[in-house]
């Protein structure tokens, strides 16, 4: 059933408020606002008492599909459920009820959570220093490459090209040409890893570094990493890690320690912090030592005062790239991402990836016999499927499968993405998920898989118990095409 807009449940005069009586002289609305701002006519704003604005906006949310509701698989995405604890602290009036142009000695506390977290992300990823700053992945992502373009730029030698690998999410050739490059692609191999062939035949003395991700968006790890990290140092480039899939390396390998020089973390992500719908996220870029000093500005630098410890912004850096946002990173999702790491400590977040990695390859393989899998297993954090076979035998879509999966509750995966998969399905349950979950979530695209098979046109339908049903998309895809070429 479809909920109507609030418009339609409107009546003439209804309304859920009341105001008191006006204190103040009443002054002419022109006084106050020039009179061509003012409306002519009455605003037209529906008038509904307070219990069905409440009842309304309620169904809404019921009808959202959100992580508190059920799974959500979206592959690369990390979309973990996100603990309660996390809020409670974020809403401790010494965090929420901050002002970001209060002196430094009424935040030392903030400065100190952030000045923790910074020094806690540095090590669980192997790296020198981390900015806080940059307000999402593809923001860190945009950062990471300006750092790698201020050192090439200090060393005298600028360089116009990143290569890339072809399996990377779209974020990366993005950012590489905000910030300037030339995108050069690197193929996957048989694999699905690196082409070391390839990497080689185009590192050349243009290239001012290679974006990998680790475990790539397949969810395989690049077992040849640290030969990798040695052709592009010999090279005189540096080495870029996107951090999308960092829960699959909490606790059990580090960035560093394979000889990334940049990588940017998703605390959105792998640390818990609510996402989608449009954030807000934050994306942390924790840098090699020879980065250290171009990183953004301010700062969160502790000294030693009178006995004791004390934090400052510094801002007083020569060679910084400036600032990436106004004041200091998205600072509630700091809050929330402090407060996981803490909660579970070295041990607890090493089992964080542990059972990503087990969830994962549990999954796929209840799944293996009726999808295809185009490149080998084990994975780690995800897998990604192929809906080839049922496109092939019964004209059914990655797209169809995606689509009827709404009819047993269940978000959809990432579809259609790396593109180096034929109607890609890629899958990531993360490590809050039960067996019961991922059964019942395996069930449902078995379910789909023989339905594809036994009644196509089940699937070719579906959706049928969303409140919209299928669109036309051919109609679509045609006004589509007429709205960009008016």
């Not at 061509?36 to 529906?46: C, I, S, Y």
């Not at 090279?235 to 940049?262: C, E, H, I, K, Q």
């Not at 297993?377 to 049922?390: I, N, T, Y």
């Amino acid at each position: 059933m479809k909920e109507p807009l609030i418009f339609d449940l409107s009546r003439s005069g209804r309304k859920g408020y009341s105001f008191s009586p006006i204190d103040i002289p009443e002054r002419p609305a022109e006084s106050l606002v020039p009179s061509k701002f003012l409306r002519k006519e009455a605003a037209g704003l529906p008038e509904i008492p307070e219990s069905e604005v409440v009842r309304h906006f309620v169904r809404l949310s019921n009808l959202n599909y959100h992580v508190d509701k059920n799974m959500y698989p979206l592959g690369s995405c990390t979309m973990k459920y996100n603990p309660k604890i996390n809020d409670y602290t974020c809403d401790l009036p010494g965090f929420a009820s901050l002002h970001p142009m209060q002196p430094e000695q009424t935040v030392q506390g903030a400065l100190q959570m952030m000045h923790e977290l910074a020094g806690m992300l540095s090590e669980i990823a192997g790296m020198a220093a981390v900015s806080l700053q940059p307000a999402a992945g593809a923001h860190g992502e945009f950062t990471g490459i300006l750092l790698i373009k201020k050192y090439h730029q200090k060393l005298g030698r600028p360089r116009r090209k990143l290569l890339v690998v072809d399996s990377a999410h779209g974020t990366n050739p993005a950012s590489a040409a905000l910030g300037g490059y030339e995108t050069v692609s690197v193929k996957s191999n048989a694999a699905g890893r690196t082409d070391l062939d390839d990497l080689r035949a185009k590192l050349d003395g243009d290239v001012a570094a290679l974006m990998l991700t680790n475990p790539n968006t397949i969810g395989l790890f690049e077992t040849e990493i640290r030969t990798i990290a040695k052709m592009v140092h010999d090279n005189g480039s540096l080495l870029y890690m996107d951090g999308a899939n960092m829960n699959a390396l909490l606790g059990l390998t580090r960035p560093g320690d394979m000889g990334f020089d940049v990588v940017h973390y998703n605390l959105h992500k792998s640390f818990s912090a609510p996402h989608g719908g449009g954030g807000p996220g934050s994306g942390p870029v924790g840098v090699s030592q020879c980065l250290v000093e171009f990183l953004p500005v301010p700062v969160v630098e502790k000294y030693e005062e009178e006995g004791k410890s004390c934090y400052r912004l510094n801002a007083e850096r020569p060679d910084n790239i400036g600032r990436m946002m106004n004041f200091y990173g998205n600072f509630s999702v700091l809050v929330r991402a402090y407060t996981y790491i803490r909660m579970l400590g070295a041990e607890g977040l090493k089992r964080v990836s542990e059972n990503a990695i087990i969830n994962a390859n549990y999954l796929l393989g209840r799944l293996l016999d009726h999808y295809s899998l185009p490149y080998p297993k084990p994975v780690m954090h995800e897998f990604c499927l192929s809906g080839d076979r049922q496109k092939k035998e019964h004209h059914v879509r990655t797209l169809d499968i995606a689509k009827r999966l709404l009819d047993y509750g269940y978000h959809a995966p990432t579809i259609y993405f790396p593109l180096i998969v034929s109607e890609a399905l890629m899958i990531e349950p993360t490590e809050t998920e039960t067996k019961e979950t991922l059964d019942a979530f395996a069930d449902a695209l078995i379910a789909i898989a023989e339905e594809a098979a036994s009644n196509p046109e089940k699937v070719l339908s579906a959706p049928v118990t969303t409140p919209v049903k299928r669109l036309d998309e051919a109609q679509a895809s045609r006004q589509l095409n007429i709205c960009c070429t008016h």
